[in-house]
């Protein structure tokens, strides 16, 4: 662990930390442009789709399990290669040439808007997730070598905060541009390719740094390269636990964001727009929870979170599982409910980006984007599989994810036991027990 800290904070945040919190902020300010794009392009598209269905299987089928699959198959096959790119290659450069690649993607999409090609918008979306997929590895590898150890929690947690408020802004400006230009999508084309030059012009200011790895290999078998990587992340015990948790923080958030909408619709009544309100509360949640436990963490990466966070999702969704709550009630519990997953996903993001050696970073980021993007493909497939047997009340739905709330939380102690006492310290309780 020393080592790892030492080799960190001899990087470019340890020699110049005022270019490197300049870096920092042009990475926060591009992957916020990344993150509200590709959520504004998946809604619209999405909102599209429901505008051209016919029948109600249509909708299940492309609503359901086209479209989120179309957004998640591009971070399976490319997470692996975003890897290799990110050792192999300075990530910053990586990062510019992800935003050239979505530039002309996005130019790409004004067309197939401007003649009213669902088809080809869909392609687009699935290229534009492509360069997601690539740019994820250089995103979350530049954090440690742009800020030092001390700070990793707090970057961690700055970082998600945007991410989340650009998952938000391009949420709600999906369903806006799909209303606004309606029969005249060209317009949001323009819109989204904008927005992609702005992208662009803030990569530039991500200060530049070394490749990691540059006599890297390029592996072809990538089903080989996840397993050795997966074989690597096994050996450090740590490392794997907080590859597991985001494996399952992933899934369980696929599976929360869908239930939203048919809570909603089916208990709540409401209409799409005040649907788009919860999920805007939940995701809000996050990303307040998420810049609170940078904070808490101080300038160590913080542990005893993980187990904490996890109960409080467990308690949260157990209360939505009630019968007859109130509208304001549930968008209350979904912000606290998001509040409760940034504690847990904070610490869990710092170890995976912390741990591995600064050569083989990326690589190990790739595979656990590839196992994390694993999770959020098998949801749709869940969910439509459920919806095609007869799909549970969705407040049984929050029950259900809190039992497999507490069955991670027991895995996850299992394989690590330390991970109780550092609850115990974190919250107090060992030293109350003590007295």
């Not at 060209?186 to 927005?195: D, K, N, P, T």
């Not at 029950?399 to 991670?408: F, K, P, Q």
């Given at each position: 662990m020393e080592s790892v800290q030492s080799a960190t904070e001899s990087g470019l945040a340890g020699q110049d930390p005022r270019a490197g919190a300049a870096g920092f902020r042009a990475l926060i300010a591009t992957q916020f442009q990344v993150a509200f794009s590709d959520n504004a392009l998946k809604w619209l598209v999405s909102y599209l789709v429901l505008e051209s269905c016919v029948s109600h299987e249509q909708r299940e089928f492309l609503f359901v399990l086209v479209v989120p699959l179309v957004f998640a198959i591009p971070f399976l096959v490319f997470s692996i290669p975003g890897g290799y790119f990110a050792d192999r290659f300075s990530k910053s450069n990586v990062t510019v040439c992800t935003k050239l690649l979505e530039l002309l993607t996005m130019g790409c999409a004004t067309y197939a808007l401007w003649v009213n090609r669902l088809d080809l918008a869909a392609v687009a979306l699935f290229f534009l997730c492509t360069q997601g997929a690539i740019f994820g590895p250089s995103k979350y590898g530049l954090i440690p070598e742009l800020l030092p150890t001390?700070?990793?929690?707090?970057?961690?947690?700055?970082?998600?905060?945007?991410?989340?408020?650009?998952?938000?802004?391009?949420?709600?400006?999906?369903?806006?541009?799909?209303?606004?230009?309606?029969?005249?999508?060209?317009?949001?084309?323009?819109?989204?390719?904008?927005?992609?030059?702005?992208?662009?012009?803030?990569?530039?200011?991500?200060?530049?740094?070394?490749?990691?790895?540059?006599?890297?290999?390029?592996?072809?078998?990538?089903?080989?390269?996840?397993?050795?990587?997966?074989?690597?992340?096994?050996?450090?015990?740590?490392?794997w636990v907080a590859v597991i948790a985001n494996t399952f923080f992933w899934f369980l958030g696929a599976i929360l964001l869908l239930n939203i909408v048919l809570y909603a619709t089916d208990i709540l009544q409401v209409d799409e727009v005040h649907s788009s309100y919860l999920m805007a509360a939940l995701s809000l949640g996050i990303g307040g929870g998420s810049y609170l436990a940078g904070h808490a963490s101080g300038r160590r990466i913080e542990m005893g979170m993980i187990l904490p966070g996890l109960t409080g999702i467990v308690?949260?969704?157990?209360?939505?599982?009630?019968?007859?709550?109130?509208?304001?009630?549930?968008?209350?519990?979904?912000?606290?409910?998001?509040?409760?997953?940034?504690?847990?996903?904070?610490?869990?993001?710092?170890?995976?980006?912390?741990?591995?050696?600064?050569?083989?970073?990326?690589?190990?980021?790739?595979?656990?984007?590839?196992?994390?993007?694993?999770?959020?493909?098998?949801?749709?497939?869940?969910?439509?599989?459920?919806?095609?047997?007869?799909?549970?009340?969705?407040?049984?739905?929050?029950?259900?994810?809190?039992?497999?709330?507490?069955?991670?939380?027991?895995?996850?102690?299992?394989?690590?036991?330390?991970?109780?006492?550092?609850?115990?310290?974190?919250?107090?309780?060992?030293?109350?027990?003590?007295?």
């Open positions: 001390a700070k990793l929690s707090w970057g961690n947690g700055v970082i998600e905060l945007w991410t989340l408020l650009a998952a938000i802004g391009g949420t709600l400006a999906g369903g806006f541009l799909a209303h606004a230009f309606h029969g005249r999508q060209e317009w949001s084309g323009i819109f989204l390719v904008s927005l992609s030059v702005i992208g662009l012009l803030t990569s530039f200011g991500i200060t530049r740094v070394p490749a990691a790895d540059h006599r890297r290999r390029f592996a072809w078998n990538w089903a080989k390269e996840v397993f050795e990587e997966i074989q690597r992340m096994r050996q450090d015990a740590v490392l308690l949260v969704n157990s209360a939505l599982f009630a019968p007859a709550l109130s509208y304001p009630t549930v968008m209350a519990l979904l912000f606290l409910l998001g509040l409760c997953a940034g504690f847990f996903v904070v610490p869990v993001n710092a170890l995976i980006q912390n741990r591995p050696r600064p050569e083989v970073r990326g690589r190990v980021i790739g595979a656990a984007n590839f196992l994390s993007f694993g999770g959020i493909a098998l949801q749709p497939v869940v969910q439509y599989a459920m919806l095609r047997l007869g799909h549970p009340d969705p407040g049984h739905v929050f029950l259900i994810c809190a039992i497999a709330c507490v069955a991670m939380a027991l895995v996850l102690a299992q394989m690590l036991p330390e991970l109780w006492p550092c609850a115990l310290h974190w919250t107090r309780l060992r030293q109350r027990a003590s007295v």
